[in-house]
């Protein structure tokens, strides 16, 4: 249920158009200047006064399908016309952002089979039964989901990190030099006696002097 809500919200603006005027697309036609907010007629006024702030600044397509609208409003039974305020109301209410997003899917929805646009007549008059304040809340969790979060790009995410930091080396550990072991005792070692040499016997020349 929350889902088809949700979906909903978007459909604000287009499905009352595809619901109650089978028209051609708006690309298939050029729509005439229509009459400012001055020139219509007090019965018009009156059923689209919830669209009275922002007439003025509306395409002539939707003006078009607005009037083709009040031509059939008095055909219509209590509920339908209750729900069809009630869509202007919300209508009146979207930025124009969503305006724009609403008219270009509306020219989608425009396209699509029988079976899908009373799906989406559906989903709208599921929408156009809740209380305001629900409305207001999806309205607000839609809009939340569809800005993108500061300092990334829309719908994508920064991954985390996978890789692992690379260890520091460990520090060398230096190897202990093996004890020097004490050598045995050795014997002392007796050194031959230096040969003392002899000064030459002197001459019997030498002697007598």
Partial sequence: MAK????????AGFVVLT?????PSPTAIVTPPQPQWTELPVAQKVIL?????????????????????????????????RRIQVQMQDWAKLTPEQRSLARARFMTANKLPAEQKQELRQKWEEYSSLPEEEKERLKQQAASKSVPKPGSLPGSATPA??????????SPVSTPSPPVEASPLQPPVTLPPTPTTAAPPASEAEVRR
């Fill in 161 to 170: 990190s996978t890789t692992a930091p690379t260890p520091a080396p460990p």
């Fill in 19 to 23: 619901a109650w005027a089978d028209v």
């Fill in 49 to 81: 006064a919830p669209l009275s702030d922002n007439w003025d600044a509306m395409e002539y397509s939707q003006q078009k399908k607005w009037l083709g609208i009040t031509r059939r409003f008095a055909t219509m039974t209590p509920e339908e016309q």
């Fill in 4 to 11: 088809k809500l949700g979906v909903a919200v978007i459909l």
